[in-house]
């Protein structure tokens, strides 16, 4: 079945310090949506990529598809307390099923 | 708008217990779905559905049953608790989960649901 992988699982970075996360799918994808989920709260949705090659900002965090449409990734820029928390990524198999990656857990040292 | 509601937030099950977990979107979304998240697991999908009287089956499906008979709500069934569903669940809806528009999910607050 679709699998959909995230690394790293952890990463802890210095307040002002870039951060990036990576995600890898077995299978191509139509699209591509990143999630951030708060220390005990519910994901939020942060966008969607859908073209092969896109690349989309919002702010300092940046969003990239690969080419093949099997890969995707977040590179936040000086990174604040406020990005602490868990960023998924995930996308629709081809039954409709919208599958998750584990996340990465990004914390943030003072 | 209230977006996706969920309830009760918290529940504590005896085992063999079952229970509903609700779930309800006013926002006309056809798309959604249940999630159940463990520690280091991510989001697993339980059940979706791309419809109202359509479901069908996700990655961890035993032990839970759902119904779809209005477009709005989407309740989960847990027929007989067991310890290894303690865990925290969220329903989630989306208009589309294809197409190039900016869709995504919009996901309820959660249940946290410990099973003794």
């Known amino acids: 079945g679709q699998q959909v992988m995230q690394i790293p699982q952890y990463q802890h970075v210095q307040e002002g310090e870039d951060f990036t996360t990576y995600c890898n799918s077995s299978?191509?994808?139509?699209?591509i949506q990143w999630y951030k989920q708060r220390p005990g709260g519910h994901p939020v949705f942060l966008i969607q990529?859908?073209?092969?090659?896109e690349v989309k900002k919002q702010k300092r965090l940046t969003f990239q598809f690969g080419e093949a449409k099997k890969n995707s990734s977040l590179h936040i820029t000086a990174t604040q307390t406020t990005d602490v928390g868990t960023y998924f990524c995930?996308?629709?198999?081809?039954?409709?099923?919208?599958?998750f990656g584990k996340g990465t857990r990004l914390h943030i040292l003072p | 708008n209230a977006g996706v509601t969920q309830t009760p937030k918290f529940q504590v099950l005896k085992t063999g217990q079952s229970m509903t977990l609700q779930c309800a979107q006013d926002?006309?979304?056809?798309?959604m779905s249940w999630y159940r998240q463990d520690p280091g697991m991510g989001l697993r999908l339980i059940h979706y559905?791309?419809?109202?009287?359509?479901?069908d089956q996700g990655e961890v499906p035993n032990g839970y049953n759902v119904s779809r008979s209005t477009t709005e709500d989407f309740p989960l069934r847990l027929l007989s608790a067991a310890p290894s569903q303690t865990s925290v669940y969220f329903c989630?809806?989306?208009?589309?989960?294809?197409?190039?528009?900016?869709?995504?999910?919009?996901f309820g607050s959660g249940t946290r649901l410990t099973v003794v």
């Open positions: 989630a809806s989306s208009y589309s989960i294809y197409g190039t528009h900016n869709y995504g999910y919009t």
């Open positions: 299978t191509t994808l139509s699209n």
């Open positions: 990529l859908v073209k092969s090659g």
């Open positions: 995930a996308g629709p198999g081809r039954d409709d099923k919208i599958i």
């Open positions: 926002m006309n979304h056809e798309y």
């Open positions: 559905s791309v419809g109202a009287g359509i479901t």
